[in-house]
């Protein structure tokens, strides 16, 4: 039969557990803290990098790929042609003016698709792509989604949709190595984003669901359809003019 435990070591052992809790709880706050500091921030500064930026050049020195080139330049929403915000939307996110960070009638719509498909559709707004791309990693998780809602409820409650989608530009995806709109049509239009027309813009929005499977220069068929897709509800949402709450403003 094992011996009890004293009355002073079983009041030692819940001494220290409290410890640990107290010291958890404020990691926690320091953390949430952290975090909402951080988007403030960003709210005002260019963004200097992305969590995704880091992880794909820490993955293309492990692998020694002597290939890989990083490509990334920050500009500002006045210096981004307007059809490249407006292929954006077309394509990956057509309430993006109307929802606050989630689209549910989407969510519902590739939950029922995927239950019967073994193409998996997903159903992420521009905010939550940009909670992801920015702060978290790309592999699919509870952990990770549960994280992603938290950091697009900040983007939502601290940044105007303008900043949502001028920071969501400027980070993007577009090839390997190849990070923003700037350095996307540099490369592969060798023009500045500023001058980018409808058609390459398409092209560009085209290729984010699967950017290092895909080529803006040499566009699949698949590619070139979506593009032409994307154009089309591009003009159905009424062109540049539709982007008017992206326009900015003066008291902010």
């Not at 290939?67 to 929403?77: E, G, N």
């Not at 057509?94 to 590739?110: I, L, P, R, T, V």
């Not at 905010?127 to 992603?148: C, I, T, V």
Request: charged share 20%; aromatic share 12%; net charge positive.
């Amino acid at each position: 039969m094992p011996p009890k435990k004293l009355p002073h070591e079983k009041t030692g052992f819940f001494r220290r557990l409290r410890s640990l809790c107290r010291l958890a709880f404020r990691w926690f706050l320091f953390c949430i803290a952290g975090t909402i500091a951080i988007t403030i921030l960003f709210r005002w500064v260019p963004v200097p990098c992305s969590s995704l930026m880091i992880q794909r050049q820490i993955a293309a020195l492990w692998q020694t790929d002597k290939a890989y080139h990083f490509r990334y330049r920050w500009v500002d929403m006045e210096k981004i042609s307007p059809y490249a915000p407006l292929a954006v939307i077309a394509s990956e996110d057509q309430k993006f003016f109307s929802h606050m960070g989630f689209d549910f009638e989407a969510m519902e719509k590739a939950w029922e698709h995927n239950l019967h498909r073994r193409r998996v559709h997903g159903a992420s707004t521009i905010s939550q792509q940009l909670a992801k791309n920015l702060f978290l990693w790309p592999e699919r998780s509870f952990l990770r989604k549960g994280m992603e809602v938290y950091f697009t409820v900040l983007l939502e409650g601290l940044w105007p949709k303008r900043r949502i989608l001028e920071v969501y530009l400027n980070i993007v995806e577009f090839g390997p190595g190849i990070f923003g709109i700037e350095a996307a049509s540099q490369a592969y239009f060798h023009k500045p984003a500023a001058r980018l027309n409808s058609a390459e813009s398409a092209i560009l929005a085209a290729i984010l669901p699967s950017p290092l499977r895909s080529n803006a220069v040499r566009p699949s068929s698949y590619i070139s359809e979506r593009a032409l897709h994307i154009q089309q509800q591009m003009r159905f949402m009424g062109g540049p003019p539709s982007l008017k709450p992206l326009a900015p403003n003066p008291k902010k």
